[in-house]
């Protein structure tokens, strides 16, 4: 595997009917190959839609990662991995506590929006993540 990497990622490009699809990660590229192969999907992007949560008073936003449309159903996906718990720096123990939090911002945002959340992790569909050969960009 060939790109940028950091933290297990890789800039990577997912071809879906002729329209190339940005990814940040490793498991971006294998969520996307996920719901093409599992769930037949229609449309997949980039998502572009803004959400703004507290964080214990800290204004912070997030943005998912991608808008997937099947033929039954539309979702907002996120997708993570978390660190490791052992040895962990303050950054990873901070990001694993924002990715918890994210999580339910998602599940209330998907509500609000009339889709489903999706929430994609290389453990929960670790066939898929150690299969896909993304190509770098």
Same mark, same amino acid.
């Given at each position: ?10 800039? *990577? %490009? ?7 699809? #940005? *990814? ?8 996307? /190959? ?12 980039? *998502? !572009? ?24 159903? *539309? ?13 962990? /720096? ?11 939090? @994210?999580? !339910? ?7 609000? %929006?009339? #889709? @489903?959340?999706?929430?994609? %992790? ?7 993540? /150690?299969?896909? @050969?993304?190509?770098?960009?």
């Amino acid at each position: 595997m060939e790109g940028k990497t950091n933290f297990n990622s890789i800039k *990577c %490009t997912y071809m879906f009917r002729d329209q190339e699809i #940005r *990814c940040d990660s490793k498991i971006e590229y294998a969520c996307l /190959n996920y719901f093409e192969t599992v769930f037949d999907a229609i449309e997949m992007k980039r *998502c !572009d839609e803004s959400i703004v949560f507290d964080d214990n008073g800290r204004k912070r936003r997030f943005i998912p990662d991608f808008i997937i449309e099947t033929s039954e159903d *539309c979702f907002i996906v996120e997708c993570k991995s978390f660190a490791s718990v052992k040895n962990l /720096n303050e950054k990873w123990r901070k990001y694993n506590e924002l990715s918890i939090l @994210k999580r !339910d911002i998602l599940n209330k945002f998907a509500a609000e %929006t009339h #889709r @489903k959340p999706f929430w994609f %992790t290389k453990d929960l569909h670790a066939d898929y993540y /150690n299969n896909v @050969k993304p190509i770098a960009r």
